[in-house]
């Protein structure tokens, strides 16, 4: 086996045995890579080379924030292969968030995050460990996932991902400038965004009027709450910061506010293996039903009469415990609950009597 000379000073590293000296050079295929360079993938093969050039765009719809449904519960099976990857959500740049991420988003139950900033020096590379969400859980337990991130010129991110296993599993993509919608109701939209510095003032514009904003002193982070809306309904906004009279250019997001609930929702029928149920129809929504350990989702109906959905395949003399949400976009409403029993089975013997 042939020693590789790796600098001016002499030091070498004796490929698969490592003897190394203070230089942290690290494997990369059937090479090694000194610590200003990256292992890539270029052409199918790893070889040493710069992150920042060399990445695969991921920009699947599944992996937003914004996607309240998308693939069921099952992105494992369509989760990167390991490697260096840039996110974007639409055609916005993106990152991996470092605050919880709501219910239901990115496709999956287990929501990753990561649990230390960003880095903030161009090409400078961090290792960091995520943690992730299940439910309403924030960060509920450590994950053994840790990626690499690094930054980049251009004011992005890329990461060194591993694959996840199976189902249930996912990296969260949330846009990098920041400016997005926090939260809502059926007439209220809160909005958020990074604070730049204390010099620089926000203007938002909606709906062809402008609200001055300052920045808080204490927080990193401005929130704005926009109310009087209607429910179920897309708004546009567009913010603008502002330093000494002089304004950016604007980024504009549409948000949404949530649906409301069913007015009505009862119980049809049930048989030993099912549970009809029935709920009056709420304008421009879909539903969700979860139920146990069961998820159905439920496009908008036609019409204006209520909805009815059977739940079949249940076990027999089992007690079912139902929420009930309307969904509008990646908007829910507030949730209806409904208890319902299936029937048992009963085997009946029949017995002839002769008459004597």
């Known amino acids: 086996m042939n020693n590789i000379d790796l600098s001016s000073k002499g030091e070498q590293l004796l490929i698969g045995c490592f003897l190394t000296t203070d230089q942290p050079y690290f494997p990369c295929g059937q090479t090694v890579c000194p610590p200003d360079q990256d292992c890539v993938i270029i052409n199918g093969t790893a070889q040493c080379g710069e992150a920042c050039q060399h990445y695969t765009e991921l920009n699947d719809n599944w992996l937003s924030e914004y996607n309240i449904n998308g693939n069921p519960y099952c992105s494992g099976s369509n989760s990167p292969t390991e490697g260096w990857y840039r996110m974007f959500v639409g055609q916005t740049s993106a990152q991996i968030p470092e605050t919880c991420v709501q219910d239901s988003r990115c496709s999956s139950y287990n929501r990753l995050q990561m649990t230390q900033p960003h880095p903030t020096q161009y090409n400078q590379t ?21 990626i690499k991130v690094k930054l980049c010129y251009g004011d992005f991110y890329v990461y060194k991902l591993q694959t996840l296993p ?12 920041s400016f997005r919608a926090a939260g809502q109701d059926q007439t209220s939209i809160t909005l958020r965004w990074n604070k ?15 609200t001055n904003i300052s920045a808080p002193a204490a927080d990193d982070s401005v929130t704005y709450t926009v109310s009087s809306l209607t429910a179920a309904t897309k708004y546009t906004f ?37 549970i009809t149920l029935q709920w ?4 421009n929504a879909s539903y969700v039903l979860e139920y146990n ?12 009469g209520p909805v009815t959905y059977t739940v079949s395949s249940l ?28 029937g048992k089975i009963f085997h009946f013997i029949s017995k002839i009597i002769d008459n004597i």
Do not use: W
């Open 126 to 146: 961090v290792t960091r460990s995520l943690c992730d969400s299940y439910g309403s859980y924030c960060c509920s337990s450590t994950s053994s996932y840790s």
């Open 166 to 177: 199976g189902c249930n599993t996912a990296y969260c993509a949330v846009p990098k400038h």
């Open 196 to 210: 730049v510095n204390n010099s620089v003032s926000f203007v938002l514009l909606f709906n062809g009027t402008e």
């Open 238 to 274: 567009t913010l603008f910061s502002v330093f000494e009279n002089v304004s950016s250019s604007g980024i504009s997001i549409d948000a949404v506010t949530a649906p409301p609930h069913p007015q009505t929702f009862s119980l049809l029928g049930t048989s030993f293996n099912s």
């Open 280 to 283: 009056s129809k709420v304008n």
């Open 293 to 304: 350990n069961g998820r159905r989702i439920i496009p908008a109906s036609d019409g204006d």
């Open 315 to 342: 076990s027999a003399g089992t007690t079912y415990y139902f929420n009930l949400y309307s969904v509008f976009e990646n908007a829910r409403g507030s949730e209806m609950q409904l208890q319902a029993v299936t």
